[in-house]
Nanobody
Framework: QVQLVESGGGLVQAGGSLRLSCAASGRTFSSYTMGWFRQAPGKEREFVAAIGWSDSITRYGDSVKGRFTISRDNAKNTVYLQMNSLKREDTAVYYC?????????????????WGQGTQVTVSS
């Protein structure tokens, strides 16, 4: 089992940057593929990014490609989401998730563990 706690959310102006962190419990963190999802009011949960545990290859949702970067530090049991060139449509609650799949997954139902989320608000 793993517990996930997100941090780093907040208010930022359009065009700005923000870095989210997700701290995971357990000594087997490196065995989990990690993902970021987001959900805006009235919208379905959307895939943002994922990084595999077997190869650390990343995958991104179309709406964030070229702007967001996912990374992991297994020694710190932490996954990050660097968000640059933020847009108003990036406003959402961002969730960290973990799955035992060895490579990137893009569907929320493919993930087994979830954090409580952190709010990101992008102003115009």
């Amino acid at each position: 089992q793993v517990q996930l706690v997100e941090s780093g959310g907040g208010l930022v102006q359009a065009g700005g940057s923000l870095r989210l962190s997700c701290a995971a419990s357990g000594r087997t963190f490196s065995s989990y593929t990690m993902g970021w999802f987001r959900q805006a009011p009235g919208k379905e949960r959307e895939f943002v990014a994922a990084i595999g545990w077997s190869d650390s290859i990343t995958r991104y949702g179309d709406s964030v490609k070229g702007r967001f970067t996912i990374s992991r530090d297994n020694a710190k049991n932490t996954v990050y989401l660097q968000m640059n060139s933020l847009k108003r449509e990036d406003t959402a609650v961002y969730y960290c998730a973990a799955t035992l799949f060895p490579i990137q997954r893009v569907r929320a139902d493919e993930y087994d563990y979830w954090g409580q989320g952190t709010q990101v608000t992008v102003s115009s």
